[in-house]
């Protein structure tokens, strides 16, 4: 799909689709991530009633309709190591980086593997021209998000995200190689959406791992399949800045002898910035 440029309220000039502000007069004209969400909304909505129609079809409609009201009540769950977090409790003036930012600013070096080598031409037609300003995260009914990123899992403050945070079928790398999409093609509509409408993303990509014998507490399983490099997730696309105080409660799950030291070391300071710390 090719999208079209914006006129600035303001001043009344063409922006181009993929810019925050206007290039002439810096009015907001919205975060791009959000619009193509909303441009692509009937081809998320055709997919969600299909999913109806199948659940109809297997007698699963109350239990998938069960699943829609958990997950539209689902957070963003962000999973870093340890270090990484206390850089960021521990300094007021820090800021978590983006993939791009931290290898454009020699802060880290691309791994020579298969995900890093094609990562940029893949995020970038899911987010083109932007994707440096996209901070990726996983949409969660609980406290956990995928451990295979990090053992720090932080789930970050709904109503500072939301409004500029939007949603993703799955890992962009893991959704060409899928639907054999190859790069420089439109990606298809419906497989993204706004955060108003993320239980219907859910239901669309979900609706057949619902059963007769799904329960409640199947749900967050099926939301985050965690599985190492085989996790499967609804991928969370932040746009713009991700301070520490985004952060609502950080779960850890393992840490050895020294980890637990440091993160004691720094409890009263996640206390005072209002983060609760779970340690498992």
Known sequence: MVYSDIECIKCNNRVPFHRRSCHVCEESIGFPNVRLAEYESDGLLERYNRAYGAAGTKAVTDILHDFEKIVDKAQVVISKPINKVIELISNDNQMLQTFYKEVSGNARLADN??????????????????????????????????????????????????????????????????????????????????????????????????????????????????????????????????????????????????????????????SENGIQLTVE
């Open 113 to 270: 593997n298969s995900w890093d080598t094609s990562r940029q031409s893949v995020d970038s037609a899911i987010n083109p021209n932007y994707v440096d300003k996209i901070h990726c995260a996983v949409l969660s009914v609980n406290n956990y998000g995928v451990s295979y990123y990090g053992k720090c899992q932080i789930k970050l403050k709904s109503s500072l995200i939301q409004n500029r945070t939007t949603f993703f079928e799955e890992n962009p790398f893991i959704f060409f190689k899928k639907h054999r999409h190859i790069t420089g093609e439109e990606v298809p509509a419906g497989y993204r959406s706004t955060w108003a409408n993320r239980s219907k993303l859910a239901v669309a990509k979900l609706h057949s791992k619902i059963t007769k014998n799904t329960v409640a507490s199947d749900f967050p399983k099926i939301l985050i399949h965690d599985d190492g490099e085989e996790s499967d997730f609804i991928e969370a696309h932040i746009y713009g800045s991700v301070h520490a105080k985004l952060f609502e409660n950080i779960t850890v799950v393992n840490p050895d002898v020294t980890e637990k030291v440091l993160l004691n070391a720094y409890k009263k300071k996640m």
